[in-house]
């Protein structure tokens, strides 16, 4: 009897179809979308597009809700949102993936597990995962935050002040162009391939991961590591080297490659810190 009641409540809830609203200046969007995925796009223009979800406006707002019974009947599609450049987009989700070919003014995602991937963007993101995937390519905006449990984290070709914080699973920067860096990590790996900025300060924190840098040969930074258990290892020469021992176990080494215009601190109790030539293994 009760299977027979839902099914009758299902088939009596129309099919969600495709909506438009116009945003509000300074207006928010909110996609709650539960266990399915998201693909948001970004366009010219005012107005929010919104397919196989249903959507409201109420004052500055503008809400996308998953919730049983409007999206019972499209669990398994993807909720496609199209916005506006100058939108702000908040995007709660369980487990589904969320992709965004382009990053608006503001994006603001919370998951737990959906893998997630962005492309481009020229504002802010705020990434916090449980144990997502997460992939940023191509950003070019003013701020990036991320942090994640037990997810690993690759960016490419970053810019803009970088903050990620990670747990268990490997951080990896590729091609980023960021004067300010900051990354820790507390048993997971830390990659740095690409050369430095010249005017770049950068700091790097891990437990037991290893801090690793692919580097031009002819690439300027000073280095300056403090660590307990780690050592620091770099097949590219160095112009120069101190070490030195505290009482309690600590080592500080700083080494200079080429002029030492960026500046890179790197803390490690137990990891080592290596720097390389690009494309040594």
């Known amino acids: 009897m009760?299977?027979?009641t839902l099914l009758a409540?299902?088939?009596?809830?129309?099919?969600?179809?495709?909506?438009?609203?116009?945003?509000?200046?300074d207006g928010v969007v909110y996609i709650h979308a539960g266990h399915r995925g998201v693909l948001l796009r970004v366009v010219d223009g005012d107005n929010v597009?919104?397919?196989?979800?249903?959507?409201?406006?109420?004052?500055?707002?503008?809400?996308?809700?998953t919730e049983w019974p409007f999206g019972s009947r499209r669990q398994n599609s993807r909720i496609e949102v199209i916005v506006p450049a100058r939108a702000d987009v908040r995007i709660e989700s369980i487990s589904?993936?969320?992709?965004?070919?382009?990053?608006?003014?503001i994006l603001q995602i919370e998951t737990v597990s959906g893998p997630i991937i962005t492309t481009g963007g020229r504002g802010t993101l705020d990434i916090e995962s449980v144990s997502s995937p997460i992939q940023v390519r191509g950003f070019q905006g003013r701020q990036l935050e991320i942090e994640t449990m037990s997810g690993p984290v690759s960016i490419d070709g970053a810019t803009g002040r970088i903050e990620v914080s990670g747990v268990s699973e490997?951080?990896?920067?590729?091609?980023?162009?960021?004067e300010s860096v900051h990354a820790e990590s507390l048993n997971g790996r830390i990659d740095w391939y690409g050369p430095i900025d010249p005017r770049a300060r950068l700091r790097f924190e891990s437990h037991n991961g290893t801090v690793s840098f692919f580097l031009p040969p002819?690439?300027?930074?000073?280095?300056?590591?403090?660590?307990?258990?780690?050592?620091?290892?770099?097949?590219?020469?160095?112009?120069?080297?101190?070490?030195?021992?505290?009482?309690?176990?600590?080592?500080?080494?700083?080494?200079?490659?080429?002029?030492?215009?960026?500046d890179v601190r790197v803390d490690t109790f137990n990891g080592n810190v290596v720097v390389r030539r690009i494309g040594d293994s």
């Open 9 to 25: 409540l299902a088939l009596t809830i129309p099919a969600v179809q495709d909506t438009t609203l116009r945003l509000p200046q």
């Open 2 to 4: 009760i299977g027979a």
């Open 96 to 105: 589904g993936p969320i992709e965004a070919s382009e990053v608006p003014r």
């Open 49 to 65: 597009t919104v397919r196989n979800a249903p959507a409201r406006s109420s004052g500055r707002e503008i809400r996308i809700d």
């Open 170 to 178: 490997s951080l990896t920067f590729r091609n980023v162009r960021s």
């Open 218 to 262: 002819d690439n300027d930074v000073r280095f300056r590591v403090n660590t307990f258990l780690g050592r620091f290892q770099s097949s590219i020469p160095v112009t120069n080297r101190s070490v030195g021992d505290d009482s309690d176990g600590e080592q500080e080494v700083i080494a200079v490659l080429g002029k030492g215009s960026a």
